[in-house]
């Protein structure tokens, strides 16, 4: 049976990602693997200032929110599991590249995420796990989350 030494978990955070967690966990510990986590900021929109106000400072003060909101959750599940701050990856930009980059820095050897998130259909693979099986260096286990 193949052994796993690094293993990644992808959460958007869109819910709980409890799925996702708990299956990293139970095979962190199966395998005697370290578990990284990681999400990825996505810029909801190029910010242009058409008459310095308005739509582009709300975009600016909802990625900030989101990013805080995304901060904390991280944290909670790094503190319930034990995963050390090194191992929490909060990265900004598109999430399957930023996918692939934390696997290539971190050798990672699998990748556990959701088969799509919250606006993925129930019975089609999301966009994001589309993307991150093309040219992956590694293991993917898609979980059929429930959201
Ligand atoms: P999607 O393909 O966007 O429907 O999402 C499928 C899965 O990709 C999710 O269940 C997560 O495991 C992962 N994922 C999506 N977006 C992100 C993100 N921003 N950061 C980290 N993982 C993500």
Not at 87 to 114: F, K, Q
Request: charged share 25%.
């Amino acid at each position: 049976m193949a052994k796993y030494n690094k293993i990644l978990v992808a959460l958007d955070f869109h819910g709980d990602n409890a799925e996702i967690i708990e299956k990293g966990a139970d095979l962190a510990k199966l395998y005697g693997a370290d578990l990284y986590m990681i999400h990825v900021n996505e810029p909801l929109a190029i910010a242009y200032a058409a008459d310095g106000m308005s739509w582009s400072d709300q975009v600016v003060s909802l990625e900030a929110s989101l990013r805080k909101e995304a901060q904390t959750k991280m944290a909670e599940v790094a503190k319930k599991l034990g995963v050390p701050a090194d191992r929490c990856l909060i990265r900004e930009g598109r999430p399957s590249s930023e996918i692939h980059r934390a696997v290539e820095d971190n050798s990672i050897d699998l990748i556990i995420m959701g088969t799509h998130g919250q606006s993925g259909l129930q019975l089609l693979l999301g966009s994001t796990a589309n993307s991150v099986l093309h040219g992956v260096k590694c293991d993917v286990l898609a979980i059929r989350v429930s959201n």
